[in-house]
């Protein structure tokens, strides 16, 4: 999936969260993690290890990696009552449900 389709799917999401919650804070958390997989990812997969595995889908493209962002976006969200990790765990999954992991 090309990246700013990822990113402008990350930005509608927030907005409709944001709407539905009345909180605009959950935009650039939506719309960073959308990006996140990739950001991490292809550099790991086609810089690092080129000639083993060059592949752009590792270790962020997994549900492991989101239930580790979700379950510390709950942990802040309990703490601090901010969005941001919770938002990015959103975009997150919105990034492999686009990418058809599954």
């Known amino acids: 999936m090309y990246f700013f389709f990822h990113l402008f799917t990350g930005i509608v999401l927030g907005l409709v969260i944001g709407d539905l919650l009345r909180d605009r804070r959950w935009v650039i958390p939506c719309a960073f993690g959308a990006v996140l997989p990739d950001l991490i990812d292809k550099p790991i997969g086609q810089i690092i290890f080129a000639y083993s595995i060059g592949y752009g889908r590792i270790y962020a493209h997994t549900l492991l ?33 686009l990418d058809q992991m599954w």
């Open 65 to 97: 990696f989101f239930l580790l962002v979700l379950i510390a976006g709950l942990v802040g969200w309990n703490s601090w009552r901010t969005p941001a990790v919770c938002g990015i765990a959103v975009g997150i999954l919105s990034h492999q449900v």
